[in-house]
Nanobody, 117 residues
Framework: QVQVVESGGGLVQAGGSLRLSCAAT????????MGWYRQAPGKERELVAE???????NYADSVKGRFTISRDYGKAIMYLQMNNLEPEDTAVYYC???????????WGQGTQVTVSS
């Protein structure tokens, strides 16, 4: 059973914007801490932004002031609004949901974001 599904990637020019979405099963969404990760070619997967159930958010230094993470509990969807994109943001972006009860991490299939210079 698929738990999380990302969408919204694409090709954009530097300085442009994209919004990623991550839909999760409602039960998981309500209890999980969730985050966005990315992996560029030849690099390790890194945390981009995360949001706890209480609403506190953390961001990687490289995206602070440009990216905004949010959660819509009514729709069970998490978003990543990405503004002022840079070529260095090019990567596959993954959604993760962490179940604090089972301690299982659920990953989406990933969505490609490509920023041209």
């Amino acid at each position: 059973q698929v738990q999380v599904v990302e969408s919204g990637g694409g090709l954009v020019q530097a300085g442009g914007s994209l919004r990623l979405s991550c839909a999760a099963t409602e039960i998981l969404f309500r209890i999980a801490s969730m985050g966005w990760y990315r992996q560029a070619p030849g690099k390790e997967r890194e945390l981009v932004a995360e949001m706890q159930r209480g609403g506190s958010a953390n961001y990687a230094d490289s995206v602070k002031g440009r990216f905004t993470i949010s959660r819509d509990y009514g729709k069970a969807i998490m978003y990543l609004q990405m503004n002022n994109l840079e070529p260095e943001d090019t990567a596959v972006y993954y959604c993760q949901a962490h179940n604090p009860i089972t301690r299982v991490n659920y990953w989406g299939q990933g969505t490609q974001v490509t920023v041209s210079s």
